[in-house]
């Protein structure tokens, strides 16, 4: 089992986030697949209008070299067949962080999470640092966040997603 979070973010939000990020460590992001496994690697998160939606993060303070994988199974999606993706995600040191879709409060929920208890055989970096990191990203996220209601699966509305679905309320 993995340790996740829900979380909304604006994109505002998402920049704040990436500047929380580089300030505790050295980071890479990387996209879930890209045409190549160079364009996997990327600076910053891309417009949610092109399709982007899932990113990982590695906290490159812990040693991991990616394994790059095809994607060959037309069922998974047409268009991404021959692309890249990570093969070793699971056990690597990386967050996962999924956009919300900002459809309604109730929409598809973004989340920071980490494949931890998923991984075949034993880690090869040290999950108990790791842990701690984990944690102060996710102490972060509970500090500046806004939840509709106390609740362990109700996402954490960063400040300018929350001012976005109170502007949407009030209409």
């Known amino acids: 089992m993995g340790r996740q ?5 604006t994109d505002a939000d998402e920049r704040d986030f990436l500047a929380f ?20 690697v990327v600076a910053d998160f891309a417009p949610r209008e092109q399709g982007h939606w899932q990113y990982f993060i590695w906290n490159r303070a812990f040693p991991w070299t990616p394994e790059y994988g095809v994607v060959a199974d037309a069922a998974v999606v047409q268009e991404r067949v021959g692309w890249s993706y990570l093969r070793n995600s699971s056990t ?17 929920t ?25 944690d102060a990203v996710v102490r972060w996220i509970r500090k500046r966040g806004r939840q509709q209601r106390r609740d362990a699966y109700e ?3 960063m400040p300018d997603a929350w001012n976005r679905y109170q502007r949407a309320a009030e209409q």
């Open 110 to 134: 973004g989340r920071v999470y980490w494949a931890k208890h998923f991984a075949s055989g034993s880690l090869a970096y040290d999950s108990d640092a790791f842990s701690r990191w984990f």
């Open 5 to 9: 979070t829900q979380v909304a973010m």
């Open 92 to 108: 690597a040191p990386l967050l996962e962080y999924d956009r919300h879709n900002f459809i309604d409060a109730r929409g598809v």
């Open 155 to 157: 996402p954490y509305f």
């Open 21 to 40: 990020l580089r300030t505790t460590t050295d980071i890479q992001l990387f996209e879930t697949s890209a045409p190549s496994p160079e364009l996997m």
